[in-house]
């Protein structure tokens, strides 16, 4: 492996999330898929956000996300997504950045305004996301910096973003960089829907360019066509190096090769909101394994952050993470 200056790198959607409280009545009345992720036109990202109710603004986007928890557990990051220079394209960048993660890719001056995903959230704390990407599909290979792969441990990408064809070239490009400077490729499935959409292709990458996978429990089932976790699980044990798989209230499973670690979830008060979670369990995972813990232990952060999520409104940690892994588990960070 090469002297790395970054822990992990992110490559995904930037994209400003708007959150709402709803019922379910209002998501029957749009026809919203509840849980799930979807794509929208501009058009239909102005007409929803105009009945959104008392909505919040921060910056979002699942990678981006992972790479912010990172950084509140103390870790070295960089992140590489692609907005707009627009009022919300400089919100993006200013928030991102004020968490200590390194982002310099060059902003669009002739594409579609900055991504913004519009969330809207039942009283059972789950999620429903309808997302314009905007200037997101303008990510392209052009945008990889091979320097900041080559000195990453790690590069983290969002399968959300494996829509759009050039960023397919970036993602490939990327990975080659990065197992050719001898570190490693995470993928995260991100959603039932988006496996649905691009189940070979995600195969054909577990394969050849992914060592650490991250899904939750419906999408590693749709992975592979299967209605039991269980069998699924045996399906990618042997597709790549590490699998961490969530399964909400049921914690995680982790398999490595014959290694399989169970860890329970991480009790919350109340949960709040659910966006997010899979995201900051990715961090604390990732956090784990790039500074030597094993697998067991890097899972448990993993919970824990996933935990902090949840109990508040938003994607990203409240309170500074190390703090509070070191607090909950007595892990030195």
Known sequence: ?????????GIGNAI???????????????????GA?????????????????????QSGGSAANTIAGLASLGGACAFVGKVHDDVL?????????????????????????????????????????????GACVELGPRDIDPEVIQNSKITYLEGYLWDPAAAKEAFIRAATIAHEAGNRVSLSLSDPFCVDRHRADFLNLLEGHVDILFANEDEITSL????????????????????????????????SGDEVHVIDAAPVEQVVDTTGAG?????????????????????????VAAAEVISHM????????????????????
């Not at 592979?224 to 499973?253: M, N, P, W």
């Not at 995201?279 to 813990?293: E, R, S, V």
């Open 89 to 133: 394209g400089d919100s993006f960048r200013d928030a991102i950045r004020g968490t200590g993660v390194t982002f310099d890719t060059p902003a669009a001056t002739d594409s579609a305004p900055t991504a913004r995903c519009l969330i809207f959230i039942t009283p059972d704390a789950q999620r429903t996301m309808q997302t314009y990407l």
């Open 16 to 34: 400003v999330d708007v959150l709402a409280k709803t019922d379910d009545a209002f998501l029957v009345t749009h026809n919203l898929p509840k």
């Open 37 to 57: 992720m979807t794509l929208i036109d501009g058009d239909a990202a102005e007409r929803l956000y105009g009945q959104m109710s008392s909505p919040m603004e």
């Open 279 to 303: 995201d900051a369990y990715a961090a604390g995972f990732l956090y784990g394994i790039t500074h030597h813990l094993d697998l067991h232990d890097a899972a448990r952060i993993g919970g």
């Open 224 to 255: 592979y066509e299967v209605d039991d976790f269980d069998e699924a699980l045996q399906y990618v044990r042997g597709h790549c190096e590490i699998a961490a798989l969530t399964r909400s209230e049921k914690g995680s499973v982790v398999v």
């Open 1 to 9: 492996m090469s002297d790395t200056r970054f822990d992990v790198t």
């Open 314 to 333: 938003g994607a990203r940690p409240a309170e500074p993470l190390g703090s509070l892994i070191e607090h909950k588990l007595h892990i030195n960070l």
